[in-house]
């Protein structure tokens, strides 16, 4: 019998990017990943969370019996789940929040959709600039939140962030600096059928974070295949030129930084472990942190995630994005709520400000494609890469220093600037060169 289970699951490996089926959602308490490898070598379960406590796991009908036959003890979290969630509120409830910030302050906030989920909901995307109708040459910014249906604590921090925001702008200065120099755009729920579900993947039960291109397995970004919120996200990335981002979870308290999908180091490795330790530290849980320390931990060196939004922004669209984990409890009682937006609402501001730390380009002819070679010059001369740029815009965040761009367009014509990258300052223009 245990034989021909396992045999059954091992069957259920799906090839590519395909992802796991989520129909059981399981905390195994006191082991690592290593009891169930079989299964996760195979590719029939993800594992996610992995902690000194124990790990979560997740995959099709069968694992439960496949680990009572093993002899190891689990949770069924799905059971849990099934009234943790009657506090908060709908997501009609959420898409009135957002629509009553814009009607307090619409010159800044605009509401949209960029589509629809599986189960037809509007995937609300919030826009957040001082001419907020206008597509201004300034850094752009996005978070995303709740990927994971049933790590809800992001999807409230960001209405609470979006909701602060309208109502000090003009008041508070340094929020209102950076609304007036940045294009800011903050989607609370990218899974708002899981949430109405209290499940962690979408209303086809397939894991949202494991379904964007994986850089170590695709040649390209295709949409082709893939859930409709991933295709909806992918779609509106490939209209802007978002530089830095970040993705709410819950779980546990730390901020994830990559590579996810393989053990190399990132181009910008100590940048992004600085920009990680910068928003940990203004968080008390995060930098007081006893599993994870200063709060920050590489992904793959916690445990490997293939298809993670992540890795796919940076790679394909030049967008260098953290992941945060806001809270142990995945759904804590809505009454902790302010206490989490507390803990992380300087970091939140903080983050959002470094998309300043960078520079760019525009130029003055519209929709000119090419590629841009980045050179740092000082304080160390180094090769960045190069880059494709469309719509006749680049913009990269970076450290410190001055840095050459060499640009070629797609007609062959070339010209090259010098700008400097500055620690810690919201610039009027972005610090973009106008050509």
Known sequence: MKKTLALALFALSLPGFASVKIQEEIYIMGQSPAVVKELVDAGTVEIDHVTSHGFELYGPTGIMDYLDQKNIIYTDMKAMAK??????????????????AQAK?????????IGKSVKGKEL?????????????????????????GDEITGRELTVSLIEEIAEKYGKDQEITDLVNNTEMFIMPSMNPDGSERRQRGNANNVDLNRNFPDIT????SSTAGRQIENQHVMNFQATRQFALSANFHGGTIVVNYPWDSKYDRHPLDGFVKELSTGYAELNPDMRNSREFAGGITNG?????????MQDWSYFWFNDLQLTVELSHTKYPPYTEIPTHYKNNRDSMIYFMKQVHRGAGFKLSRPNVEGVVTVKQLSPVAKDMGSYAFNSSEFYKVMPEGDYSFSIKE?????????????????????????L
């Not at 062959?412 to 223009?429: F, L, P, R, W």
């Open 300 to 308: 793959a060196d916690w445990y490997v995630v293939r298809g993670g």
């Open 124 to 148: 609300w995307m919030v826009k957040i600039s001082d001419n907020v109708n206008v597509d201004e040459v300034e850094p752009e910014f996005k978070y995303i939140s709740s990927m994971h």
């Open 105 to 113: 302050n619409p010159g800044i906030i605009k509401v949209f959709s």
């Open 83 to 100: 009234t943790a969630l009657a506090e908060y509120p709908s997501h009609a409830e959420i898409g009135e929040k957002l629509m009553k």
């Open 217 to 220: 397995r695709d040649s390209q």
């Open 410 to 434: 797609k007609s062959g014509a070339t010209q090259t600037i010098e700008v400097s990258v500055e620690k810690d300052k919201v610039k009027s223009n972005g610090n973009y060169v106008q």
